[in-house]
């Protein structure tokens, strides 16, 4: 029987992510659905990968997510001639009395930014695999435990392709999310210029700790999901894999179903409930797949994206009637 969150631990719980929510907003203008995303992501002990054109507050959402919640961020610039040792550390001879002395690298931060990833050779793009999946990293012989909690947003300049490496699939499926961030409205772009030349970024104020940031990603698995919306993600999946050979190479794997769950409990702790909803698991199943499909050449060829084909995959699974 699966262990339910009290109305108390749900009502807390919403209260601290709207109230974050609202102090990233003081700073980042027209990009909720990132900041939300973002906060889902680091309650479900997810990693988030964003896709934009640079100069829309990507940087900025994540560093002001760090503020809010008190705990380190870094910033690292990919780049072809990027070594592994340059993410995760290194060891280091001491002279003075033969021995190695480990050097952490950037990677034990909590919040971490991977800028333009696509960048980075292979190399890199695998020992940044092990730290996201297993939130750990081996330097040598020695094995550390990343900081909790621990969150990678990777980015991705979809216009430049030149000296770029494209993630393979396996390292994609590790990604709870992949959010596409466009370019603000005409009002949003004159808040962000009056903001930012007249009155200059405003001091956040700390909303959470790491330490009930923890308390929260606990939260998570005890938000109630019906045996029939578990049947209904299950037939989103499944039919998503029906779609290989006509405009689909690969479809969602299993890791794709347990990433609509998760992420589907995550958002509906955020809206202050403790159970899901159909509307949950239809708010997050974009984000959740769109990196998981793998589009043939034919569907290429006629300009759909993977949004298309989710479009015409939710419309072809029934929606089940679930009483809230």
Do not use: W
Not at 5 to 12: F, G
Not at 22 to 29: A, D, G, H, M, N
Not at 54 to 63: I, R
Not at 245 to 271: H, V
């Amino acid at each position: 029987m699966q262990q339910t969150l009290s109305d108390k631990a749900v009502k807390e719980a919403h209260q601290l992510l709207e109230q974050a929510l609202y102090e990233l907003k003081r700073v980042v203008v027209g990009q909720e659905h990132l900041l939300e995303r973002l906060l889902v992501a680091v309650i479900c002990k997810g990693h988030v990968l964003v896709e934009g054109a640079p100069g829309l507050a990507k940087t900025l959402a994540l560093k002001s997510m760090a503020q809010v919640m008190e705990v380190d961020f870094k910033r690292i610039q990919f780049t072809p001639d990027l070594l592994p040792a340059d993410l995760i550390g290194t060891r280091i001879y001491n002279p003075a009395n033969g021995s190695f002395n480990t050097e952490q690298g950037p990677i034990f931060a909590n919040f971490i930014l991977a800028d333009e990833i696509n960048r980075a050779p292979a190399k890199v793009q695998s020992a940044l695999l092990e730290a996201m999946q297993e939130r750990q990293v081996t330097i040598g012989r020695e094995t550390f435990a990343l900081h909790q909690p621990f969150l990678v947003m990777a980015t991705q300049n979809p216009i430049e392709s030149e000296g770029t490496y494209s993630l393979p699939e396996a390292q994609l499926d590790r990604f709870l999310f992949k959010i596409l961030v466009d370019y603000p409205s005409q009002d949003e772009e004159f808040i962000i210029l009056e903001r930012v030349a007249e009155l200059g970024l405003p001091e956040l104020n700390p909303i959470l700790s790491a330490e009930k940031v923890v308390e929260l990603m606990a939260c998570v698995p005890q938000v109630f999901l019906d045996a029939k919306l578990m049947s209904y993600i299950v037939k989103l999946v499944q039919a998503s894999r029906a779609l290989q050979g006509s405009t689909l190479l690969y479809g969602a794997s299993p890791r794709g179903t347990l990433s609509i769950a998760l992420a589907a409990k995550g958002l509906a702790l955020f809206r202050g409930r403790g159970y899901v909803t159909p509307q949950d698991i239809l708010a997050v199943l974009k984000d959740c797949l769109r990196h998981r499909l793998i589009l043939s050449y034919e569907a290429l060829s006629r300009q759909k994206t993977a949004d298309d084909l989710l479009d015409e995959l939710i419309d072809s699974v029934e929606k089940p009637a679930v009483e809230v």
